[in-house]
């Protein structure tokens, strides 16, 4: 997997203040998606051992309240393996840090996904331009869902995140 860039201190993309992963990837191609330098997998680079301890580091300090995996599309075929990985390293090395993931597919269709054992929310659905709206919080258009992952899996029904 490549990935793009490890943001420090985001506190755009999910609750408090967060270290935030840009993988490299997505086959979705949303009408004016914000990043769309992401969409190609080759591009960027290697997610190799550097990145991972930056990403270690970030998620030691005291004020980090967790991780960020957005993209490109972590969820794609290519980085899935890679992304579950991470995922399952940082909730064994790091309990208290909670993981978000953005996704452009909907919760329905990946909610079996063995890699959402490890998520705590999860912002689902492609970005629609028509629906497009800049009051949202942690989402750009109306149809995607900030959705409580583990409540959704216990309750067998889409719970969504308290904004
Ligand atoms: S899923 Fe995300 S990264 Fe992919 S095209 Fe849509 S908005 Fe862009």
Known sequence: MNYHNILHDDMLNGDGM??????????????NCQNPCTWNFDGGISFDDDAKCEIFNELSKDYISGITLTGGHP???????????????????????NI???????????????????????????????????????RGSKNQRVIDVQKSRQNNQVILHCE
């Open 100 to 138: 978000w993931i953005y996704t452009g597919y909907k919760y329905e269709k990946i909610k079996d996904y063995s890699i959402l054992d490890y998520v705590d929310v999860l912002v689902d659905g492609s970005y629609v331009d028509e629906l497009r709206d800049i009051s949202l919080k942690w």
């Open 75 to 97: 969820l794609e075929p290519q980085n899935l393996g890679e992304c579950e990985q991470l995922c399952k390293t940082i909730k064994n090395k790091f309990p208290q840090k």
């Open 18 to 31: 967060r270290v935030t992963l840009f993988v490299s990837g997505c086959s979705l191609h949303c009408k």
